[in-house]
Protein backbone atom coordinates (compact mmCIF):
# COMPACT_ATOMS: atom_id res chain seq x y z
CA UNK A 1 0.00 0.00 0.00
CA UNK A 2 2.68 2.29 0.58
CA UNK A 3 5.34 1.21 -1.70
CA UNK A 4 3.32 3.12 -4.53
CA UNK A 5 3.22 6.69 -3.75
CA UNK A 6 6.50 5.96 -2.64
CA UNK A 7 7.75 4.95 -5.90
CA UNK A 8 6.21 8.20 -7.48
CA UNK A 9 8.03 10.25 -5.16
CA UNK A 10 11.12 8.62 -6.07
CA UNK A 11 10.24 8.67 -9.38
CA UNK A 12 9.29 12.32 -9.72
CA UNK A 13 12.56 13.06 -7.56
CA UNK A 14 14.42 11.61 -10.28
CA UNK A 15 13.29 13.26 -13.36
CA UNK A 16 13.56 16.52 -11.40
CA UNK A 17 16.79 15.69 -10.11
CA UNK A 18 17.70 15.23 -14.06
CA UNK A 19 15.77 18.11 -15.56
CA UNK A 20 17.13 20.45 -12.67
CA UNK A 21 20.25 19.47 -13.75
CA UNK A 22 19.96 20.40 -17.47
CA UNK A 23 18.33 23.21 -17.01
CA UNK A 24 21.04 24.70 -14.05
CA UNK A 25 23.58 24.07 -17.19
CA UNK A 26 21.70 25.94 -19.30
CA UNK A 27 20.73 28.86 -16.94
CA UNK A 28 24.91 28.93 -16.18
CA UNK A 29 25.21 30.14 -19.96
CA UNK A 30 22.18 32.23 -19.63
CA UNK A 31 23.24 33.88 -16.53
CA UNK A 32 27.13 34.51 -17.52
CA UNK A 33 24.99 36.66 -20.34
CA UNK A 34 22.75 38.64 -18.62
CA UNK A 35 23.78 42.28 -17.55
CA UNK A 36 22.28 41.77 -13.68
CA UNK A 37 24.24 38.78 -13.06
CA UNK A 38 27.44 39.61 -14.16
CA UNK A 39 26.36 43.03 -11.90
CA UNK A 40 26.26 40.18 -9.12
CA UNK A 41 29.46 38.69 -10.29
CA UNK A 42 31.38 41.90 -10.31
CA UNK A 43 31.27 42.59 -6.68
CA UNK A 44 33.57 39.97 -6.13
CA UNK A 45 36.03 42.39 -7.89
CA UNK A 46 34.94 45.37 -5.36
CA UNK A 47 35.44 42.65 -2.21
CA UNK A 48 39.13 41.20 -3.79
CA UNK A 49 40.06 45.02 -4.05
CA UNK A 50 39.05 46.23 -1.16
CA UNK A 51 40.33 43.34 0.93
CA UNK A 52 43.77 43.49 -0.83
CA UNK A 53 44.02 46.89 -0.59
CA UNK A 54 43.81 46.52 3.73
CA UNK A 55 46.81 44.07 3.76
CA UNK A 56 48.93 46.11 1.40
CA UNK A 57 50.62 49.18 2.52
CA UNK A 58 51.56 51.76 0.30
CA UNK A 59 54.81 50.95 -0.32
CA UNK A 60 55.10 47.44 0.37
CA UNK A 61 57.22 45.78 -2.01
CA UNK A 62 56.36 42.95 -4.60
CA UNK A 63 58.99 39.90 -3.89
CA UNK A 64 62.27 40.35 -6.05
CA UNK A 65 64.36 37.59 -7.86
CA UNK A 66 67.94 37.33 -8.71
CA UNK A 67 69.52 37.44 -11.66
CA UNK A 68 69.50 33.68 -11.74
CA UNK A 69 66.20 33.35 -11.84
CA UNK A 70 65.27 35.28 -15.24
CA UNK A 71 63.41 33.57 -17.62
CA UNK A 72 65.68 32.64 -20.37
CA UNK A 73 62.87 34.13 -22.90
CA UNK A 74 60.37 36.51 -21.30
CA UNK A 75 57.16 35.63 -23.53
CA UNK A 76 55.45 38.48 -25.06
CA UNK A 77 52.03 38.75 -25.66
CA UNK A 78 49.09 40.93 -26.90
CA UNK A 79 50.70 42.92 -29.80
CA UNK A 80 54.08 42.60 -30.31
CA UNK A 81 54.33 44.74 -33.56
CA UNK A 82 52.26 47.53 -33.90
CA UNK A 83 51.80 48.58 -37.06
CA UNK A 84 50.94 52.16 -36.18
CA UNK A 85 52.41 54.61 -38.82
CA UNK A 86 54.10 57.17 -36.33
CA UNK A 87 55.26 54.03 -34.24
CA UNK A 88 57.19 52.38 -37.28
CA UNK A 89 58.35 55.38 -38.73
CA UNK A 90 59.48 56.23 -34.89
CA UNK A 91 61.15 52.37 -34.76
CA UNK A 92 63.16 53.13 -37.70
CA UNK A 93 65.48 55.67 -35.49
CA UNK A 94 65.38 53.60 -32.64
CA UNK A 95 63.34 55.81 -31.39
CA UNK A 96 65.46 58.90 -31.00
CA UNK A 97 62.62 61.82 -32.22
CA UNK A 98 60.52 59.94 -30.29
CA UNK A 99 58.48 61.86 -27.18
CA UNK A 100 56.39 60.93 -24.50
CA UNK A 101 53.47 63.43 -23.67
CA UNK A 102 52.16 63.80 -20.20
CA UNK A 103 49.13 65.60 -19.86
CA UNK A 104 45.66 65.83 -18.51
CA UNK A 105 44.92 66.77 -14.66
CA UNK A 106 48.52 68.08 -14.21
CA UNK A 107 50.03 71.67 -13.19
CA UNK A 108 52.75 71.88 -16.08
CA UNK A 109 52.09 69.20 -19.32
CA UNK A 110 55.53 68.09 -20.47
CA UNK A 111 57.03 65.92 -23.27
CA UNK A 112 59.88 64.24 -22.86
CA UNK A 113 62.20 62.34 -24.99
CA UNK A 114 63.75 58.74 -24.18
CA UNK A 115 67.31 60.33 -23.51
CA UNK A 116 65.23 62.71 -20.84
CA UNK A 117 63.64 59.50 -19.52
CA UNK A 118 67.29 58.08 -18.78
CA UNK A 119 68.55 61.35 -17.40
CA UNK A 120 65.69 61.17 -14.57
CA UNK A 121 67.19 59.08 -11.52
CA UNK A 122 65.99 55.02 -12.33
CA UNK A 123 64.85 51.92 -10.33
CA UNK A 124 65.61 48.45 -11.45
CA UNK A 125 64.00 45.65 -10.44
CA UNK A 126 64.09 41.66 -11.27
CA UNK A 127 60.34 40.82 -10.80
CA UNK A 128 57.85 38.18 -11.93
CA UNK A 129 55.02 38.84 -14.17
CA UNK A 130 51.82 37.24 -13.94
CA UNK A 131 49.68 36.42 -17.19
CA UNK A 132 45.98 36.51 -16.59
CA UNK A 133 46.56 33.48 -18.31
CA UNK A 134 48.38 32.22 -15.79
CA UNK A 135 51.52 31.98 -16.47
CA UNK A 136 54.72 33.79 -15.44
CA UNK A 137 58.33 35.06 -16.27
CA UNK A 138 60.88 36.93 -14.73
CA UNK A 139 62.47 39.82 -15.98
CA UNK A 140 64.79 42.79 -15.13
CA UNK A 141 63.52 46.16 -15.40
CA UNK A 142 65.54 49.20 -15.33
CA UNK A 143 63.39 52.62 -15.42
CA UNK A 144 62.17 56.04 -14.26
CA UNK A 145 59.65 55.47 -11.23
CA UNK A 146 56.25 56.69 -12.40
CA UNK A 147 56.19 59.24 -9.04
CA UNK A 148 59.24 60.85 -10.39
CA UNK A 149 57.21 61.87 -13.54
CA UNK A 150 54.34 62.26 -12.05
CA UNK A 151 56.31 65.06 -9.04
CA UNK A 152 57.81 66.57 -12.23
CA UNK A 153 54.38 67.65 -13.59
CA UNK A 154 52.88 68.08 -10.66
CA UNK A 155 49.51 66.44 -10.59
CA UNK A 156 46.08 68.64 -9.81
CA UNK A 157 44.16 67.81 -6.57
CA UNK A 158 41.13 66.27 -8.70
CA UNK A 159 43.42 63.96 -10.42
CA UNK A 160 42.63 60.95 -9.14
CA UNK A 161 43.51 57.56 -12.01
CA UNK A 162 47.10 57.70 -14.42
CA UNK A 163 46.03 56.72 -17.81
CA UNK A 164 48.20 55.25 -20.17
CA UNK A 165 47.93 55.60 -24.30
CA UNK A 166 49.73 52.88 -25.99
CA UNK A 167 50.58 52.88 -29.48
CA UNK A 168 49.24 48.94 -30.04
CA UNK A 169 45.77 48.13 -31.43
CA UNK A 170 44.55 44.36 -30.75
CA UNK A 171 41.62 44.66 -32.86
CA UNK A 172 41.75 47.09 -35.49
CA UNK A 173 38.45 49.78 -35.30
CA UNK A 174 38.31 53.17 -36.83
CA UNK A 175 36.90 55.22 -33.97
CA UNK A 176 40.00 54.25 -31.90
CA UNK A 177 38.38 51.95 -29.51
CA UNK A 178 40.79 49.22 -30.29
CA UNK A 179 43.75 51.22 -28.89
CA UNK A 180 45.60 49.49 -26.32
CA UNK A 181 44.65 51.95 -23.20
CA UNK A 182 44.85 50.66 -19.37
CA UNK A 183 44.85 53.01 -15.87
CA UNK A 184 45.80 52.50 -11.98
CA UNK A 185 45.33 54.43 -9.30
CA UNK A 186 47.47 57.12 -7.35
CA UNK A 187 47.45 53.98 -4.62
CA UNK A 188 49.76 52.07 -7.57
CA UNK A 189 50.91 54.95 -9.51
CA UNK A 190 52.76 56.22 -6.10
CA UNK A 191 54.55 52.84 -5.37
CA UNK A 192 57.91 52.29 -6.13
CA UNK A 193 57.86 49.36 -7.77
CA UNK A 194 55.80 51.12 -10.61
CA UNK A 195 58.04 52.46 -13.32
CA UNK A 196 58.32 53.08 -16.71
CA UNK A 197 60.65 50.75 -18.18
CA UNK A 198 62.96 51.64 -20.93
CA UNK A 199 65.30 48.49 -20.38
CA UNK A 200 64.84 44.96 -20.05
CA UNK A 201 67.64 42.05 -19.03
CA UNK A 202 69.64 45.00 -19.27
CA UNK A 203 69.42 46.01 -22.78
CA UNK A 204 66.91 48.98 -24.33
CA UNK A 205 63.22 46.90 -24.56
CA UNK A 206 63.13 44.94 -27.63
CA UNK A 207 59.77 46.06 -29.57
CA UNK A 208 57.90 42.67 -28.70
CA UNK A 209 57.85 43.62 -25.00
CA UNK A 210 56.95 47.11 -25.88
CA UNK A 211 59.41 49.77 -26.89
CA UNK A 212 60.29 52.45 -26.04
CA UNK A 213 58.67 53.04 -23.03
CA UNK A 214 56.14 50.01 -20.76
CA UNK A 215 54.80 50.57 -17.53
CA UNK A 216 55.88 48.04 -14.20
CA UNK A 217 52.84 47.47 -11.68
CA UNK A 218 54.78 44.49 -10.18
CA UNK A 219 51.42 44.19 -7.30
CA UNK A 220 48.87 43.61 -10.26
CA UNK A 221 48.42 41.32 -14.03
CA UNK A 222 50.11 41.49 -17.12
CA UNK A 223 47.61 43.19 -18.76
CA UNK A 224 47.50 46.38 -16.34
CA UNK A 225 51.32 46.43 -17.54
CA UNK A 226 50.74 48.78 -20.68
CA UNK A 227 53.30 48.32 -23.18
CA UNK A 228 54.21 51.30 -26.33
CA UNK A 229 53.17 54.36 -24.16
CA UNK A 230 52.74 57.28 -25.96
CA UNK A 231 50.84 59.31 -23.97
CA UNK A 232 49.96 59.44 -19.84
CA UNK A 233 47.31 61.58 -18.81
CA UNK A 234 45.74 62.21 -15.64
CA UNK A 235 42.32 62.31 -15.07
CA UNK A 236 39.44 62.17 -12.47
CA UNK A 237 37.48 59.68 -14.01
CA UNK A 238 37.79 57.29 -16.85
CA UNK A 239 33.91 56.88 -17.41
CA UNK A 240 33.75 58.85 -20.53
CA UNK A 241 37.01 57.08 -22.02
CA UNK A 242 36.05 54.50 -25.05
CA UNK A 243 34.64 51.85 -23.26
CA UNK A 244 34.15 53.21 -19.64
CA UNK A 245 35.96 51.01 -17.45
CA UNK A 246 39.41 52.06 -17.80
CA UNK A 247 41.27 49.42 -20.15
CA UNK A 248 41.38 47.75 -23.51
CA UNK A 249 40.55 44.64 -21.59
CA UNK A 250 38.60 46.22 -18.76
CA UNK A 251 36.18 47.06 -21.51
CA UNK A 252 35.67 43.51 -22.86
CA UNK A 253 34.99 42.10 -19.35
CA UNK A 254 38.37 41.96 -17.32
CA UNK A 255 38.63 43.35 -13.58
CA UNK A 256 39.99 46.50 -13.56
CA UNK A 257 41.83 45.53 -10.38
CA UNK A 258 43.69 43.21 -11.61
CA UNK A 259 45.36 41.92 -8.06
CA UNK A 260 44.18 38.58 -8.70
CA UNK B 1 5.42 4.81 10.65
CA UNK B 2 1.92 2.66 11.28
CA UNK B 3 3.79 -0.46 9.07
CA UNK B 4 4.13 -2.68 12.22
CA UNK B 5 6.97 -4.78 10.57
CA UNK B 6 8.29 -6.62 13.94
CA UNK B 7 12.31 -6.41 12.75
CA UNK B 8 13.70 -4.57 12.00
CA UNK B 9 11.99 -1.52 13.09
CA UNK B 10 12.11 1.69 11.16
CA UNK B 11 12.32 5.07 13.37
CA UNK B 12 13.25 8.51 12.25
CA UNK B 13 16.31 10.30 14.16
CA UNK B 14 17.39 14.02 13.95
CA UNK B 15 20.97 13.64 12.50
CA UNK B 16 21.92 16.82 10.55
CA UNK B 17 21.21 20.31 12.46
CA UNK B 18 20.38 23.88 10.53
CA UNK B 19 23.77 24.93 9.92
CA UNK B 20 25.43 21.71 8.27
CA UNK B 21 22.62 21.02 6.16
CA UNK B 22 22.79 24.82 4.80
CA UNK B 23 26.41 25.35 4.43
CA UNK B 24 26.61 21.46 2.69
CA UNK B 25 24.31 22.94 0.06
CA UNK B 26 25.95 26.11 -0.62
CA UNK B 27 29.09 24.25 -0.70
CA UNK B 28 27.69 21.66 -3.82
CA UNK B 29 27.31 24.85 -5.28
CA UNK B 30 30.33 26.42 -4.51
CA UNK B 31 32.53 23.34 -5.69
CA UNK B 32 30.60 22.93 -8.87
CA UNK B 33 31.05 26.60 -10.22
CA UNK B 34 34.70 26.61 -8.75
CA UNK B 35 35.70 23.43 -10.59
CA UNK B 36 33.68 24.30 -14.18
CA UNK B 37 34.85 27.70 -13.80
CA UNK B 38 38.50 26.86 -12.57
CA UNK B 39 38.40 24.31 -15.80
CA UNK B 40 37.76 27.87 -18.06
CA UNK B 41 40.58 29.72 -16.64
CA UNK B 42 43.30 26.51 -16.74
CA UNK B 43 42.32 26.32 -20.97
CA UNK B 44 43.49 29.88 -21.04
CA UNK B 45 47.10 28.58 -20.59
CA UNK B 46 46.71 24.65 -20.70
CA UNK B 47 50.12 24.03 -19.00
CA UNK B 48 51.13 23.42 -15.82
CA UNK B 49 55.00 23.73 -14.07
CA UNK B 50 56.95 23.72 -10.99
CA UNK B 51 58.57 26.68 -9.34
CA UNK B 52 58.49 30.43 -9.82
CA UNK B 53 58.01 31.16 -13.58
CA UNK B 54 56.68 29.09 -16.46
CA UNK B 55 59.81 26.82 -17.57
CA UNK B 56 57.36 26.61 -21.22
CA UNK B 57 60.41 24.61 -22.72
CA UNK B 58 59.39 21.66 -19.54
CA UNK B 59 55.93 21.69 -18.54
CA UNK B 60 54.99 19.08 -15.64
CA UNK B 61 51.46 19.05 -18.01
CA UNK B 62 50.20 20.12 -20.68
CA UNK B 63 47.47 19.63 -23.40
CA UNK B 64 47.91 20.74 -26.91
CA UNK B 65 46.53 20.33 -30.53
CA UNK B 66 48.90 19.04 -32.73
CA UNK B 67 48.68 19.42 -36.59
CA UNK B 68 50.61 16.83 -39.01
CA UNK B 69 50.50 17.69 -42.98
CA UNK B 70 49.00 13.58 -43.80
CA UNK B 71 46.81 13.63 -40.62
CA UNK B 72 43.91 14.52 -38.93
CA UNK B 73 44.96 16.66 -36.22
CA UNK B 74 45.28 15.06 -32.55
CA UNK B 75 44.87 16.32 -29.01
CA UNK B 76 48.44 15.34 -27.06
CA UNK B 77 48.31 15.42 -23.26
CA UNK B 78 51.96 15.55 -21.98
CA UNK B 79 52.91 14.43 -18.31
CA UNK B 80 56.14 14.77 -17.08
CA UNK B 81 57.42 14.04 -20.18
CA UNK B 82 55.15 10.63 -21.79
CA UNK B 83 52.70 12.32 -24.80
CA UNK B 84 49.53 10.66 -24.47
CA UNK B 85 46.56 10.61 -27.08
CA UNK B 86 43.69 12.16 -25.68
CA UNK B 87 42.12 13.44 -28.99
CA UNK B 88 38.25 13.98 -28.58
CA UNK B 89 38.68 15.21 -24.98
CA UNK B 90 42.22 16.78 -23.84
CA UNK B 91 44.20 18.90 -25.86
CA UNK B 92 41.49 18.72 -28.95
CA UNK B 93 37.83 18.47 -28.84
CA UNK B 94 34.21 19.01 -30.28
CA UNK B 95 32.48 21.96 -29.00
CA UNK B 96 28.90 22.03 -28.66
CA UNK B 97 28.75 23.48 -32.63
CA UNK B 98 30.34 20.45 -33.40
CA UNK B 99 32.99 22.15 -34.06
CA UNK B 100 36.95 20.48 -33.46
CA UNK B 101 38.84 23.25 -31.14
CA UNK B 102 42.23 23.52 -29.48
CA UNK B 103 40.95 23.74 -26.02
CA UNK B 104 42.49 22.33 -22.71
CA UNK B 105 39.52 20.65 -21.25
CA UNK B 106 36.58 20.18 -23.42
CA UNK B 107 33.41 22.93 -23.31
CA UNK B 108 30.80 21.09 -21.50
CA UNK B 109 33.08 20.95 -18.44
CA UNK B 110 33.49 24.22 -18.49
CA UNK B 111 31.82 27.54 -17.12
CA UNK B 112 31.38 29.65 -19.35
CA UNK B 113 31.15 26.85 -22.09
CA UNK B 114 32.59 28.85 -25.09
CA UNK B 115 36.24 30.46 -24.56
CA UNK B 116 35.84 33.39 -22.19
CA UNK B 117 38.82 33.88 -19.53
CA UNK B 118 37.14 37.23 -18.28
CA UNK B 119 33.57 35.38 -17.53
CA UNK B 120 35.26 32.21 -16.20
CA UNK B 121 37.59 34.72 -13.78
CA UNK B 122 34.43 36.61 -12.65
CA UNK B 123 31.99 33.58 -11.60
CA UNK B 124 35.51 31.82 -10.13
CA UNK B 125 35.84 34.93 -7.64
CA UNK B 126 32.87 35.29 -6.95
CA UNK B 127 32.31 31.48 -6.01
CA UNK B 128 35.57 31.50 -4.11
CA UNK B 129 34.22 34.44 -2.00
CA UNK B 130 30.99 32.74 -1.23
CA UNK B 131 33.19 29.30 -0.49
CA UNK B 132 35.23 31.23 1.94
CA UNK B 133 32.56 32.66 3.87
CA UNK B 134 30.44 29.57 4.14
CA UNK B 135 33.39 27.88 4.91
CA UNK B 136 34.02 30.17 7.76
CA UNK B 137 30.99 30.05 9.04
CA UNK B 138 30.81 26.44 9.61
CA UNK B 139 34.22 26.11 11.08
CA UNK B 140 33.23 28.62 13.66
CA UNK B 141 30.07 27.19 14.06
CA UNK B 142 31.30 23.10 14.35
CA UNK B 143 33.87 24.50 17.22
CA UNK B 144 31.06 26.60 19.05
CA UNK B 145 28.05 24.06 18.76
CA UNK B 146 30.76 21.04 19.96
CA UNK B 147 29.96 19.60 16.57
CA UNK B 148 33.69 18.96 15.46
CA UNK B 149 33.95 17.04 19.33
CA UNK B 150 31.02 15.22 18.92
CA UNK B 151 30.39 14.16 15.47
CA UNK B 152 33.50 14.56 13.47
CA UNK B 153 36.21 13.17 15.78
CA UNK B 154 36.79 9.98 16.34
CA UNK B 155 36.43 7.81 19.60
CA UNK B 156 39.21 6.08 20.38
CA UNK B 157 37.32 2.62 20.05
CA UNK B 158 36.72 3.61 16.14
CA UNK B 159 40.48 4.19 16.05
CA UNK B 160 40.81 0.71 17.01
CA UNK B 161 38.42 -0.36 14.59
CA UNK B 162 39.87 0.96 11.53
CA UNK B 163 40.29 -2.51 9.61
CA UNK B 164 37.34 -3.55 10.75
CA UNK B 165 35.71 -0.39 8.98
CA UNK B 166 37.88 -0.95 6.08
CA UNK B 167 36.31 -4.61 5.35
CA UNK B 168 33.14 -3.52 5.58
CA UNK B 169 32.94 -0.52 3.72
CA UNK B 170 34.99 -2.77 0.96
CA UNK B 171 31.57 -5.49 1.62
CA UNK B 172 29.27 -2.95 1.59
CA UNK B 173 27.95 -3.67 4.93
CA UNK B 174 26.75 -0.34 5.80
CA UNK B 175 26.18 0.67 9.41
CA UNK B 176 22.60 -0.08 10.65
CA UNK B 177 21.00 0.80 14.38
CA UNK B 178 22.81 2.42 16.99
CA UNK B 179 25.73 2.71 14.63
CA UNK B 180 24.05 4.59 11.78
CA UNK B 181 23.28 7.20 13.85
CA UNK B 182 26.94 8.62 14.02
CA UNK B 183 29.57 8.98 11.35
CA UNK B 184 31.66 5.63 10.94
CA UNK B 185 35.29 6.25 11.25
CA UNK B 186 36.52 6.35 7.92
CA UNK B 187 33.45 8.84 6.99
CA UNK B 188 35.32 11.23 10.13
CA UNK B 189 38.87 10.66 9.17
CA UNK B 190 38.10 11.86 5.17
CA UNK B 191 35.85 14.83 6.20
CA UNK B 192 38.39 15.73 8.84
CA UNK B 193 40.90 15.80 6.18
CA UNK B 194 38.87 17.33 3.51
CA UNK B 195 37.45 20.15 6.07
CA UNK B 196 40.98 20.77 8.01
CA UNK B 197 43.80 20.09 5.13
CA UNK B 198 42.28 19.84 1.60
CA UNK B 199 39.75 22.57 1.31
CA UNK B 200 42.74 25.00 3.02
CA UNK B 201 45.63 24.12 1.57
CA UNK B 202 43.28 24.94 -1.71
CA UNK B 203 42.29 28.30 -0.89
CA UNK B 204 45.88 29.02 0.15
CA UNK B 205 47.57 27.88 -3.12
CA UNK B 206 44.74 29.50 -5.28
CA UNK B 207 45.63 33.30 -3.20
CA UNK B 208 49.54 32.45 -3.89
CA UNK B 209 48.75 33.16 -7.67
CA UNK B 210 47.64 36.45 -6.65
CA UNK B 211 50.45 38.93 -7.22
CA UNK B 212 48.87 41.32 -4.28
CA UNK B 213 48.74 38.52 -1.98
CA UNK B 214 52.17 37.66 -2.93
CA UNK B 215 53.45 40.53 -1.94
CA UNK B 216 51.34 40.87 1.18
CA UNK B 217 52.58 37.99 2.58
CA UNK B 218 55.47 36.33 0.53
CA UNK B 219 55.47 33.20 3.25
CA UNK B 220 52.54 31.89 0.71
CA UNK B 221 55.31 32.32 -1.87
CA UNK B 222 57.94 29.90 -0.17
CA UNK B 223 55.52 27.49 1.19
CA UNK B 224 54.25 26.03 -2.24
CA UNK B 225 57.80 27.25 -3.66
CA UNK B 226 56.74 29.58 -6.35
CA UNK B 227 53.80 31.11 -7.85
CA UNK B 228 53.38 28.22 -10.60
CA UNK B 229 54.17 25.44 -8.09
CA UNK B 230 50.78 26.98 -6.53
CA UNK B 231 49.21 26.51 -9.46
CA UNK B 232 50.34 23.00 -9.79
CA UNK B 233 48.63 22.49 -6.39
CA UNK B 234 45.67 24.21 -6.76
CA UNK B 235 45.09 22.09 -9.81
CA UNK B 236 45.83 18.82 -8.20
CA UNK B 237 44.18 19.74 -5.10
CA UNK B 238 41.30 20.15 -7.50
CA UNK B 239 41.25 16.95 -8.70
CA UNK B 240 41.66 15.44 -5.29
CA UNK B 241 38.60 17.16 -4.00
CA UNK B 242 36.18 15.85 -7.06
CA UNK B 243 37.82 12.14 -6.52
CA UNK B 244 36.40 12.97 -2.75
CA UNK B 245 33.00 14.29 -4.25
CA UNK B 246 32.82 10.57 -6.57
CA UNK B 247 33.52 8.50 -3.70
CA UNK B 248 31.44 10.30 -0.92
CA UNK B 249 28.40 10.33 -3.77
CA UNK B 250 28.95 6.31 -4.36
CA UNK B 251 28.77 6.19 -0.67
CA UNK B 252 25.65 7.84 -0.25
CA UNK B 253 24.18 5.90 -3.47
CA UNK B 254 25.04 2.85 -2.06
CA UNK B 255 23.77 3.18 1.47
CA UNK B 256 20.66 4.70 0.76
CA UNK B 257 20.31 7.39 -1.53
CA UNK B 258 16.81 8.88 -0.70
CA UNK B 259 17.46 8.43 3.20
CA UNK B 260 21.13 10.51 2.76
CA UNK B 261 19.41 12.90 1.31
CA UNK B 262 16.32 13.57 2.97
CA UNK B 263 18.59 13.82 6.30
CA UNK B 264 20.59 16.31 4.35
CA UNK B 265 17.60 18.35 3.43
CA UNK B 266 15.37 17.94 6.51
CA UNK B 267 17.56 16.62 9.02
CA UNK B 268 15.37 13.15 9.24
CA UNK B 269 17.05 10.12 8.86
CA UNK B 270 15.16 6.21 8.92
CA UNK B 271 17.48 3.98 10.72
CA UNK B 272 16.93 0.17 11.25
CA UNK B 273 16.68 -1.11 14.81
CA UNK B 274 17.71 -4.54 14.99
CA UNK B 275 16.08 -7.54 16.50
CA UNK B 276 16.12 -6.71 20.62
CA UNK B 277 18.01 -3.25 20.58
CA UNK B 278 15.65 -0.86 22.13
CA UNK B 279 16.01 2.86 21.19
CA UNK B 280 17.33 4.78 24.45
CA UNK B 281 14.56 7.69 24.35
CA UNK B 282 11.98 5.15 23.66
Known amino acids: MKAVPRLDRRGFLSRTTVVGSAFLLASCERLSQSSWWRDVLEVAESWTRRSQRALLSRDRLAPEYAEADLSPAFKPNGSTDPDDPAYRKAATTGFADWRLEIGGLVERPASL ?3 ELRALPSRTQITRHDCVEGWSCIGKWKGVPLATVLRLVGLKPEARYVVFHCADSLEPALDGSGQYYESIDLFDAFHPQTILAYDMNDRPLPIPNGAPLRVRVERQLGYKMAK ?4 IEAVESFAAMKGGRGGYWEDRGYEWYAGI | ?87 GTLGLSRTATGQLAQLGFPDWITLPAE ?32 HLRRDLAPTGGQLRGIPASILDHLRLRFPKGKEARHYNVLQKLSYLAVIFVLLPIMVLAGLTMSPAMGTAFPEL ?45 TGRYVIEEEKGESSPSA
Not at chain 2, 33 to 42: A, D, E, H, W, Y
Not at chain 2, 125 to 144: E, I, K, P, Q, S
Not at chain 2, 230 to 249: D, E, S
Open chain 1, 228 to 231: YVMR
Open chain 1, 113 to 115: SLA
Open chain 2, 1 to 87: MSAARPSPSRRLVFRHPLVVRVTHWINVLCLACLLMSGLQIFNAHPALYWGSRSNFDRPLLAMEAEQTPNAAPTGITTVLGHRFDTT
Open chain 2, 115 to 146: RDLATGRRWHFFFAWLFVANGLFYLVYTVVSR
Open chain 2, 221 to 265: LMLFDGRQSARTVHFILAFLIVTFTVVHVVMVLLSGVWNNLRSMV
